[in-house]
């Protein structure tokens, strides 16, 4: 096997906020493995969950080093390559472990989906995302979400370093928002909040029966994650139950470990290909929390069509897509994750299924 690596830049046309910061644009690597004349391909980049961090130029540094140990190596079985793919942080196992499985659909000539069994007709709405701000600008972003798409589901940021009140404000806003909606199309529209880990527990507690009272469904990561496991286990098991509200662990639930210290005290998890370390370990936690009876969310970062079609292949087990970055983006350079109104399916291309577009160049690899 060949690898090789390529930088590209991904500029979001409406800047994300949300309890961390602020992100307008940021550098992603294009993985490319090639293998008897197929090459699959993968995507990856840096993220901050608040208490872990990884930077592009760490992970291109990870893949770099992995390459002389692919020579006179297959891409298949991938069991044998397990011990490569364990030595690297998850975003880079990420990469890898995307380009790996394009190569194996493509050689078979067959969807991902297709071979784990999935069934496309299964796939329902994504979410779309409103970041923080202005209560005027985050109705302003909801707004040209309604003008791009259906988005009949909504999630919507909070954990505002500004405080509660702003928080109630935003919630209340976009609460009435969709009412009047409703009222005058009859479109309904479902409400998600993320704290991204943005509250104390106290807080958490008191926003519990607005939420409530404003017909949201779902609390995402309402306390910080943390690498202590009891207590970040603590947190969670502290806020279930109080409420009709589904809660659901994303920055505290990377891998098997995690779902399984979790899954007393959740209603779901949102499982990201960056933090799983790509599909293998996505799919055995999709399957896994759904045995459990739990409900499973599938998120991004500020990713492209690419990686967030490599999760599309997922999409028939998850109750709760929530794919949207590569929609506010101002040029993606890849292409090929269906959309219909607000519903994404798998790509039917072998492999991930996704192509170059016109902005990455036809020698991308």
């Known amino acids: ?5 390529r930088r590209f830049l991904l500029t979001k046309s409406v800047p994300l906020a949300i309890s961390r910061g602020t992100t307008a644009a940021v550098e992603h690597l294009l993985v490319c493995l090639e293998h008897d004349g197929l090459t699959g391909i993968g995507e990856t980049g840096g993220f901050d969950t608040g208490h872990r961090s990884y930077n592009t130029d760490t992970i291109a540094v990870e893949l770099e080093a992995l390459t002389p140990q692919l020579v006179g190596l297959s891409p298949e079985p991938l069991q044998t390559l397990e011990h490569l793919l364990a030595l690297l942080s998850p975003p880079a196992r990420c990469g890898f472990d995307l380009a790996l499985h394009d190569l194996w659909g493509k050689r078979l000539n067959q969807p991902l989906h297709r071979l784990w069994g999935l069934d496309p007709s299964a796939c329902v709405a994504t979410s779309v995302t409103l970041g923080l701000g202005t209560p005027e600008a985050v109705l302003a972003r909801l707004e040209r979400w309604w003008l791009q798409l259906p988005a009949t589901r909504i999630k919507l940021k909070l954990g505002s370093p500004a ?19 409703r009222q005058h199309t009859g479109s309904d529209c479902e409400l998600q909040v993320d704290a991204n880990g943005g509250w104390d527990l106290a807080t958490a507690r008191a926003m519990l029966e607005p939420l409530e009272q404003a017909g949201v469904l779902l609390l995402e990561q309402p306390l910080p994650p943390l690498l202590d496991s009891k207590l970040d286990t603590a947190g969670f098991l502290a806020l279930h139950g109080l409420s009709p509200l589904h809660l659901v662990a994303d920055e505290s639930c990377w891998n098997l470990a995690d779902l399984l210290r979790l899954a007393p005290c959740v209603d779901g998890i949102n499982i990201k290909l960056l933090k799983s ?6 799919l055995l936690l999709a399957q896994t929390a759904r045995r459990l009876g739990l409900g499973v969310m599938l998120g991004c970062y500020s990713d492209s069509a690419l990686l967030n079609g490599a999760a599309a292949q997922l999409l028939p087990l998850v109750t709760w897509p929530d794919l949207d970055s590569h929609l506010n983006l101002v040029n993606d350079p890849f292409q090929g994750l269906p959309l219909a109104g607000d519903v994404l399916t798998p790509p039917a291309g072998p492999g991930l299924g996704i192509n170059f577009g016109i902005a990455m160049g036809q020698e991308s690899c």
């Open 1 to 5: 096997m060949q690898l090789r690596l």
């Open 163 to 181: 405080g509660i009140a702003h928080d109630l404000a935003l919630l209340a806003a976009v609460a009435t928002a969709i009412e009047q909606r």
């Open 277 to 282: 370390g790509g599909l293998s370990e996505a």
